[in-house]
């Protein structure tokens, strides 16, 4: 019986399906493990060989876990709303819907080729309505709560209107976008639409005022990973920034709980470090600058307060609204000028560029502490994301703030002893403030963190301020002017954004004639007929934006078919939250904090039962592309072998890695590949043609795509699963190198020579031996802590040396063979499948197998080899009893054959016995 991948995975994968082998349900007699990977996308081209590698690695620990005695839950759907598909829409005409569903049965086909242990009945795809229903519902619940900040907490905005109803605004604790003042009459007396306006500036989910990054070719707004260099990553249309009225989702209010919350789970320190740094947690000041011959004040955010006497500026954001209050009339060309020429740049952008640029509005400021006046600039280093988006710049101690002015001729005045103003930076941490003393307000000789503490006292005392902690994270906008998106369940009655009945849910997209704006610039949904509700009011034109689907979907998971809600509470405080989650780090902003903010406001609301999400997350490398050049000689259609372009005027060129084995040219395929090599002439090495070869980012343009069909096809799923793995670690990057895959296949039709020599079966009922145990034994305890660590390239390496050493061997027993294939059956599930049932005889899957354990009764070593040393330097080894005394190894060392030549003639003088390991003898 040979060796047959194609037959054993077929048949296997379908015993699988049929028999439904990994369908989860609630099991209280069992402990859980949620096991989840971020869901694809699924794009036209399908899989290539580096998308597998994080689902192979939650696999292995999946079904791991379940031999473990977990019930195990490894579920797996399609983050299928997106541009892409719109795009593909708009350009062929074609529904996206059409096209989605295709591309994802291309995925669902290749993910079943590699044989994943998923529980394919809990299967989500976010365009589905019965999915996005929920979507929508979590969104309307949003629309529903404000964020009470004495509560830390999500409320029914239904508690904030009966307290205005009663006392206005006074003593509302709660998040918004702006503090407003109103009495419960002035409350009472307001219309519908102002109090609608009202509400919005509480809710979590809210219509406001924000800068977007605006594509007019692709009339919609992008998120950041969608913009490069001021270009739409798709298309390479120019992008703007625009303020727009949009939908928000008020994240900001939930960033403490969002930064407290990374202490409490297992993630690696650098992705919680990206994060609290996306979070970026201040402790400052809020301070007044009054306008100077106006009405206007600015407010603005610091974290040193102490160097207001060294304010010689201020800037504002281009974004903020205090530009328009303070530009003159005299400067309003020149602003707008400038305002024109900078809203190409995105944020991350601005955050990046080093060159200097900013216009003079007009206006000055009044130093509240010192009372001079200080112009105010525009300049698009400052963002208006942050604290308020207006500064006070001191140029002596932040080298923005010098650059900028250096580059306007602005004063610079030194408030730390010893600093040197012709830096473009200082480290004022152990300084002492000199030269900063006003009559009422004298710091001078304080250390720096004495002289923060009694500014900030000082500023609230006197009613210019406030202490204040600020935090980086904004609102996530949440908008889109797209046609592929869910649809807001929110209607316009009188201008006043109202929501539908949830009876209404799922709101479904309608038809349109195309997927573009409209002529007149609305939305593609503003193209469809009779958008409105049955009483004749519009329905909201946008769609919401592709994380919306994937902040909850792990939830939907737990209980995918319940039409009642999201998740019951049967199932989610069984399954609870996902134990291990592995994705890329591209997530680290957004979707991992927008779904922890989801998940943070659920709870709340009392919809799941924990704060956190995910438990664990591990991020997985990279897996890059191997490409192989081959190299025509100038002015020719002739190829010189890798050895030999030395010798020619060559240019290499990137060809098909699908053709080249072993960087061994194919070329009756190469020929074949293109019409203008067909006729190509080689000049080869040793009768073949050598390719060169370099690692570089897998690509379609550098025809370095590998499908990982064609090596399922050739070598099997195990050979690639278990190649994947052992490629380096799992957290790594690592190139694709098919060089190496035969000796991955080898090994396994070395494993079958342990059970079959051609059509006969070996595995007899024999007593092992102790060295059989022994390599058995050490194999369990090596993978077991290999596989808890993730270290599954080292896990695939003990493999092979058990594998040779039964074979040294000659081991066949059905002990160890039964062991082996059990700890085997995570990397490579089908040959382990195929051996448990054919060669042991076993009528049951091996998923539902026992993970064997360790003794370390056979991992006792019975002799020990010492080197033995003349003078430090080995000459020979010795193997003695474990046991053996320090006295005897010496004697038993002496008395060696080998010992004679080095002893001859000289004197001992001295022998140091290292136990288990040297003996070194000193002789001279």
Same mark, same amino acid.
């Given at each position: 019986m040979e060796y047959n991948h194609k037959e054993i995975e077929a048949r296997w994968q379908q015993y699988w399906r049929d028999n439904k082998i990994y369908k989860a349900e609630i099991d209280s007699a069992r402990p859980k493990f949620y096991v989840l990977d971020m869901f694809p996308y699924p794009s036209g081209a399908g899989l290539h060989v580096g998308h597998p590698l994080g689902y192979i690695a939650s696999d292995i620990f999946s079904r791991y876990k379940r031999l473990c005695g977990f019930n195990v839950l490894h579920p797996m759907g399609y983050d299928a709303y997106g541009l892409p598909a719109e795009q593909y829409a708009i350009q062929t005409g074609q529904h996206p819907e059409k096209t989605t569903m295709q591309n994802i049965a291309r995925y669902r086909e290749q993910l079943d080729k590699i044989g994943f242990c998923y529980d394919w009945d809990r299967e989500v795809k976010t365009c589905d309505p019965k999915f996005y229903k929920w979507t929508q519902w979590a969104f309307m619940k949003m629309v529903e709560s404000y964020y009470d900040t004495s509560l830390e907490k999500a409320m029914p905005i239904a508690e904030l209107v009966k307290h205005f109803e009663s006392c206005g605004s006074e003593g509302i604790s709660a998040a918004c976008s702006e503090e407003l003042s109103f009495s419960a009459d002035e409350w009472m007396a307001m219309s519908a639409k102002q109090k609608s306006d009202t509400l919005m500036n509480y809710r979590i989910a809210y219509l406001g005022n924000t800068m977007v990054n605006w594509c007019p070719e692709l009339g919609t707004v992008l998120a950041n990973d969608e913009v490069s260099e001021g270009l739409s990553v798709r298309g390479g249309y120019p992008v703007e920034q625009k303020l727009m009225y949009q939908w928000c989702l008020r994240v900001s209010a939930y960033a403490k709980r969002l930064l407290d919350g990374l202490d409490t789970i297992d993630w690696t320190d650098s992705l919680k470090e990206t994060q609290r740094n996306w979070i970026g947690r201040s402790e400052g000041a809020e301070m007044h600058f009054p306008i100077s011959g106006s009405d206007v004040v600015l407010d603005i955010f610091t974290t040193r307060a102490d160097t207001v006497f060294g304010v010689t500026f201020m800037v504002l954001a281009p974004e903020s609204e205090y530009v328009a209050q303070v530009t003159t009339p005299d400067q309003a060309e020149a602003v707008k000028a400038y305002l024109d020429s900078i809203k190409h740049k995105t944020e991350r952008e601005r955050m990046i560029d080093k060159k200097v640029s900013g216009v003079f509005t007009g206006s000055y400021a009044v130093n509240p502490l010192t009372g001079k006046n200080i112009p105010v600039y525009v300049s698009d280093y400052v963002l208006a994301g942050y604290g308020t988006g207006a500064i006070m710049a001191v140029p002596a101690h932040d080298s923005r703030d010098y650059a900028f002015a250096r580059h306007f001729d602005l004063p610079i005045i030194p408030l730390i002893e010893g600093c040197d103003v012709s830096e473009q930076s200082f480290d004022a941490k152990s300084g002492r403030m000199i030269n900063s003393a006003s009559d009422e307000l004298n710091l001078n000789g304080m250390e720096v963190k004495d002289a923060i503490a009694a500014t900030k006292k000082f500023i609230e005392g006197k009613g210019i301020g406030r202490v204040k902690v600020n935090y980086r994270l904004r609102d996530a906008i949440f908008s889109r002017q797209r046609y592929w998106g869910e649809p807001f369940p929110v209607y316009y009655?009188?201008?006043? @954004?109202? $929501? %539908? &009945?949830?009876?209404?849910?799922?709101? $479904?997209?309608?038809?349109? &004639?195309?997927? /573009? @704006?409209?002529?007149?610039?609305? =939305? @593609?949904?503003?193209? +469809?007929?009779?958008?409105?509700?049955?009483?004749?009011?519009?329905?909201? $034109?946008?769609? %919401? =934006?592709?994380?919306?689907?994937?902040?909850?979907? #792990?939830?939907?998971? %737990?209980?995918?078919?319940?039409?009642?809600? /999201?998740?019951?509470?049967? +199932?989610?405080? #069984?399954?609870?939250?996902?134990?291990?989650?592995?994705?890329?780090?591209?997530? +680290?902003?957004?979707?991992?904090? #927008?779904?922890?903010?989801?998940?943070?406001?659920?709870?709340? $609301?009392?919809?799941?039962?924990?704060?956190?999400?995910?438990?664990?997350?591990?991020?997985?490398? %990279?897996?890059?592309?191997?490409?192989?050049?081959v190299y025509r000689i100038q002015g020719t259609n002739t190829f010189v072998s890798h050895g030999l372009k030395g010798q020619y005027d060559v240019t290499p060129i990137h060809v098909d890695v699908n053709i080249v084995s072993n960087d061994i040219l194919d070329i009756d395929a190469f020929r074949a590949w293109r019409p203008e090599y067909s006729d190509a002439e080689f000049v080869l090495e040793d009768g073949k043609y050598v390719c060169g070869w370099a690692v570089e980012k897998m690509s379609k343009s550098m025809f370095n795509v590998v499908n990982p069909d064609d090596i399922v096809a050739r070598y099997g799923a195990d050979t690639l699963r278990l190649y994947e793995m052992f490629l380096g670690p799992l957290e790594q990057s690592k190139p694709w190198d098919t060089n190496g895959i035969d000796g991955v296949n080898r090994f396994l039709k070395k494993l079958w020579g342990l059970f079959y020599k051609g059509g006969s079966l070996l595995v007899d009922d024999s007593q092992p031996s102790a060295e059989a145990l022994k390599s058995l034994h050490k194999l369990i305890k090596k993978v077991t802590g290999d596989i808890e660590t993730f270290s599954y390239n080292t896990s695939i390496a003990a493999f092979m040396i058990c594998v040779n050493e039964l074979t040294s061997l000659k081991c066949h027993s059905r002990a160890v063979l039964s062991d082996l294939l059990v700890i085997l059956a995570p990397f490579a599930p089908h040959i382990t499948e195929e051996l448990w049932h054919s060669a042991l005889g076993n009528d049951t899957t091996i998923c539902d197998a026992k993970w064997p354990e360790w003794d370390e009764k056979h991992l006792v070593e019975s002799t020990v080899n010492y080197a033995v040393s003349f003078n430090g330097k080995a000459r020979f080894n010795i193997q003695v009893a474990a046991d053996t005394p320090k006295d005897e190894v010496e004697r038993l060392a002496l008395s060696n054959e080998g010992a004679a030549k080095w002893i001859d003639g000289k004197t001992i003088r001295k022998v140091i016995v290292v136990p288990n390991k040297i003996v070194n003898i000193v002789v001279s």
């Open positions: 009655k009188d201008g006043i @954004p109202t $929501l %539908m &009945d949830e009876s209404k849910l799922p709101l $479904l997209l309608p038809e349109v &004639d195309k997927y /573009l @704006p409209t002529e007149t610039g609305e =939305p @593609p949904l503003g193209r +469809a007929k009779n958008w409105v509700t049955e009483d004749g009011h519009p329905i909201e $034109l946008n769609t %919401m =934006p592709g994380f919306a689907g994937s902040s909850a979907y #792990y939830l939907r998971y %737990m209980d995918p078919h319940n039409d009642e809600a /999201l998740v019951s509470k049967e +199932a989610d405080e #069984y399954w609870r939250n996902v134990d291990l989650y592995i994705g890329g780090t591209e997530h +680290a902003t957004g979707h991992l904090i #927008y779904s922890r903010f989801w998940n943070k406001f659920l709870y709340d $609301l009392g919809y799941v039962c924990e704060s956190e999400p995910f438990r664990k997350l591990i991020n997985q490398g %990279m897996i890059q592309g191997r490409s192989n050049f």
